[in-house]
């Protein structure tokens, strides 16, 4: 599985942005997708993840993404999505979408089998 991550860029604190992952998978709809970042010399921080069973969405988030940013994926298209609302300095960081095949979205990296190569995002207050 590749997986390709955009939509990074500069933005003022209060903006948003949205992020997009395109993936490679011939069997997308069966994996739990994630997103995580990072910023030099700090673990990887869990953002979001879901996963798509019995026909709906089950989403997770952290508590610094509850309520400002949204998980999606469009299995059609293979592509999962992630639009950041009212972002924060704190938000930047290098972000990582990430495939898993656990049955639950995950927030434990160790759980991801395939990972993109990243894309930044810099909010600036």
């Known amino acids: 599985v590749q997986l390709q991550a955009s939509g990074g860029g500069s933005v003022q604190a209060g903006g948003s942005l949205r992020l997009s992952c395109a993936a490679s998978?011939?069997?997308?709809?069966?994996?739990?997708m994630g997103w995580f970042r990072q910023n030099p010399g700090k673990e990887r921080e869990f953002v979001a993840a879901?996963?798509?069973?019995?026909?709906?969405?089950?989403?997770d988030y952290a508590d610094s993404a509850e309520g400002r940013f949204t998980i999606s994926r469009d299995n059609a298209k293979k592509m999962v999505y992630l639009q950041m609302n009212s972002l924060k300095s704190e938000d930047t960081a290098v972000y990582y979408c990430?495939?898993?095949?656990?049955?639950?979205?995950?927030?434990?990296?160790?759980?991801?089998?395939?990972w993109g190569q990243g894309t930044q995002v810099t909010v600036s207050s």
């Open positions: 998978a011939r069997t997308f709809a069966r994996y739990s």
């Open positions: 879901i996963e798509y069973t019995d026909s709906k969405d089950i989403t």
């Open positions: 990430a495939a898993s095949l656990s049955p639950l979205p995950s927030r434990r990296h160790d759980d991801y089998n395939y």
